[in-house]
């Protein structure tokens, strides 16, 4: 099972081709995103806003690009305000702390791409964002021109490798859009040009299906209000501005449409579901409103009928009680986020379209541009502010004295020889320490890593979620064959890893030599390791770092 490593691949791809070493491939690769990102929702924002004659419309497009390229919201900001206001060391905290824009829900995360960038993860759902906007973009222009449709199959189905999650949602959008057959026959046309990809997914036991959370459940927490408002402030702002517009206009049919949203949205704050209630009021009047602009029709319903499915309905997998729906949130709400960013310059330039130029309403425009601006220049704070968070307080994210892209930088001086060494030799499965508790986020596992060559084991508890009892117990086998190993170095264990796994390398760094002398019964010192190890004849030495060791596995 692969799940949804289609993104890496084609990065990893482009690093090759580029001649980068791994350990600049992934930070290029994420650096590259954010500039995709950033260059479509500039040119989509500047098509939109040109056609509108919306006034300053290349720099109102940087404006939006920018924030919400490179922001979050606003409440980091509000944190260091509260700092500075009382001095509060707790809020400094949050305020600096990268993921803080991640965790206004509770039991879960929600992130959008900036916060990707600093958590220095290339996840799938961080790369999937530009390629989502550039689809929206697509699908405008196809249906503005009347091209066939079907010329997005292909697209439609790229969405399956590079973020799996996210397919379902982007078919979604294209049904609304499309509305008729095309509608149905682009995600099945997608899905079956994929087929030998997903035929991979259904080995897995991490998904058992989809869950429903009921009114009455008191232990998944819901969404709070706050935290939807704080989320998407900018979008916030203009929808609502669109709807007093309409209203402040005294156009009949749109007062009895805010009315009947009102009336639709208001038993959801009397439930625990009254968050969405600050979605619902502009999904129903804009979905009432027959003149509006198909595509923005659609991105508005699709995000918002996505975000809000989130908090009836979760995907079952191994979390559970108070984290249940952690991956449910983490993964849909982002596609979510980046359809409601690409609806931002329709938005607005929607909202030129319909205000008169007479003055009332010039000065009204004027006031919903300033709080609109306002919003995207209070998420960009996020910038600074997690900047320095990431590179003087948490993670040790950056060198303080020094900027490099080499992400081997971050390894010990013994670990970043052995990769150097590895990446001088022909490939093959490296044989390094693996957490031997099995956990994830932590040092073992970097040579593989920087070096791009295979390890026997990586995260086992990664496998467990997304394979279940399968992916657990093929990792925990390896896992324990590799500990195996370096508790013992003899013939047996050490042809274990041949037979089974292929391995060539044997890496014996600080951190191995550090597990085999608090944990080996039979060894008693590095020197004495490298003397049963090398006893085999299986084995011989290719690098010497003072005590520690590259071996190559020499015949099985």
Request: hydrophobic share 45%; proline share 5%; aromatic share 16%.
């Amino acid at each position: 099972m692969v799940y949804y490593y289609g993104g890496h691949y084609g990065f990893a791809t482009l690093a090759l081709l580029s001649a980068l070493p791994p350990g600049y491939g992934i930070n290029v690769a994420s650096a590259t995103v954010l500039q995709l990102l950033f260059m479509a929702i500039y040119g989509f924002s500047l098509v939109i806003l040109r056609e509108k004659g919306v006034p300053r419309a290349r720099l109102l497009s940087l404006l939006i690009a920018l924030c919400l390229t490179f922001g979050a919201n606003a409440y980091p900001f509000v944190e260091y305000l509260k700092y500075l206001w009382n001095g509060d060391q707790n809020a400094f905290n949050t305020a600096i702390w990268h993921l803080s824009p991640a965790y206004l829900i509770p039991g879960t995360t929600h992130h959008v791409p900036m916060v990707d960038f600093f958590q220095k993860e290339l996840h799938a759902n961080y790369m999937m964002t530009p390629f989502l906007v550039t689809y929206v973009w697509l699908t405008y222009v196809i249906k503005k021109e009347g091209k066939t449709p079907l010329i997005i199959v292909p697209y439609n189905g790229f969405f399956l490798p590079l973020f799996t999650w996210s397919w379902p949602v982007v078919s979604l959008y294209t049904f609304a859009l499309m509305t008729n057959h095309y509608g149905i026959a682009i995600p099945v046309l997608g899905a079956l040009m994929y087929s030998p990809y997903i035929l991979t997914l259904l080995g897995g036991e991490g998904v058992s299906g989809i869950a429903f959370i009921g009114p009455h459940n008191t232990v998944i927490p819901r969404t709070p209000i706050t935290a939807i408002v704080v989320y998407l402030l900018p979008s916030i702002i203009i929808l609502y501005s669109y709807i007093a517009v309409r209203v402040v206009k005294m156009e009949k049919n749109y007062i009895l449409r805010s009315l009947l949203s009102l009336l639709i949205a208001l038993p959801f704050v009397f439930t625990r579901y009254k968050a969405m209630a600050v979605l619902i009021v502009p999904l129903v009047f804009t979905m009432l409103s027959r003149d509006e602009e198909k595509t923005l029709k659609s991105l508005l319903f699709t995000s918002m009928i996505t975000i809000i499915a989130c908090d009836f309905v979760y995907v079952d997998d191994i979390f559970a009680g108070y984290w249940e729906r952690f991956n449910t949130v983490f993964k849909f709400y982002e596609t979510s986020w980046t359809l409601l960013a690409t609806a931002v310059p329709l938005l607005v330039a929607r909202l030129w379209e319909i205000i008169p130029k007479r003055r009332p309403f010039t000065n009204l425009w004027r006031a919903i541009k300033c709080a609109f601006i306002a919003s995207l220049v209070l998420s960009l704070t996020y910038l600074p502010l997690g900047y320095y968070g990431s590179k003087y307080k948490y993670w040790d994210s950056f060198d303080a004295d020094k900027f490099t892209l080499d992400g081997s930088m971050a390894l010990n001086i013994h670990d970043r020889i052995i990769v150097k060494a590895l990446l001088r030799l022909p490939r093959g499965v490296v044989v390094e320490l693996p957490s031997p508790d099995a956990q994830s986020y932590v040092y073992n596992s970097r040579i593989s890593v920087f070096s791009g060559d295979p390890s026997v084991v990586g995260w086992p508890l990664h496998e467990y979620v997304w394979r279940g009892s399968i992916g657990w117990h093929e990792a925990s086998t390896r896992l324990k064959d590799v500990l195996e190993f370096y508790k013992n170095p003899c013939n047996e264990t050490l042809r274990v890893l041949v037979e089974k796994y292929h391995a060539r390398y044997i890496v014996f760094s600080r951190l191995e030599a550090t597990y085999v002398i608090q944990n080996s019964e039979k060894i008693i010192t590095i020197e004495h390791w490298e003397k049963t190890l090398l006893s085999t004849g299986y084995v011989r030495v290719i690098l010497k770092i003072g005590l520690y060791r590259l071996f190559e596995i020499t015949r099985g």
